[in-house]
């Protein structure tokens, strides 16, 4: 009977114990996945075309990258003059990395940004090259 009692404790231990394992483990992969992405964006403009990309910024793109789910975080110029008008830094969040794929897809298929992409590059181009990172937040950042 006290063989029969162990066993039966022993048993109702161990399922217990997988089972915390296995949230544990749906956890850990939750956090390692399931948090929001960061798209650090710099655009090395053409000389002379900073007004005129962010005025695209101002009048178009902002819009509809938030009509596509993106969330804007924040846009700079370096302090440096001699850079000031060389590059435009932005941030912007995504629910996941698989959201911002999707974002970017429905974005440039947008037929209303093709419109102003178009319109805003008649006198040539506005961007030479554009460098892309995704971010993770670390879990001690203040921003996540």
């Known amino acids: 009977m006290c063989r029969w009692i162990g066993l039966t404790l022993l048993s109702t231990v161990l ?7 296995a949230v544990a483990a749906r956890t ?15 655009y090395h403009v053409a000389p002379g075309k900073m007004a005129e990309l962010q005025k695209r910024f ?6 509809l990258l938030e009509k596509h789910g993106v969330k804007l975080i ?5 302090y440096d003059p001699k850079d000031a008008d060389t590059k435009l830094i932005w941030i ?6 698989t ?7 429905k974005f440039v298929n947008d037929p209303e940004w093709k419109q102003s992409f178009a ?3 008649k006198n040539g181009k ?7 990172i995704f971010l993770n937040p670390t879990d001690f950042s203040p921003l996540k």
């Open 15 to 21: 399922v217990g114990l997988m089972g915390w394992r």
């Open 92 to 97: 912007i969040a995504h629910e996941s990395k």
């Open 28 to 42: 850990e992969t939750k956090a390692l996945t399931d948090h929001r992405v960061f798209e650090m964006r710099t």
């Open 58 to 63: 101002r009048d178009h793109t902002n819009r």
């Open 119 to 121: 319109a805003s590059e």
């Open 74 to 78: 924040g846009f700079w110029t370096p």
């Open 99 to 105: 959201s911002a794929d999707a974002s970017w897809q």
């Open 126 to 132: 506005l961007v030479e090259k554009i460098d892309r």
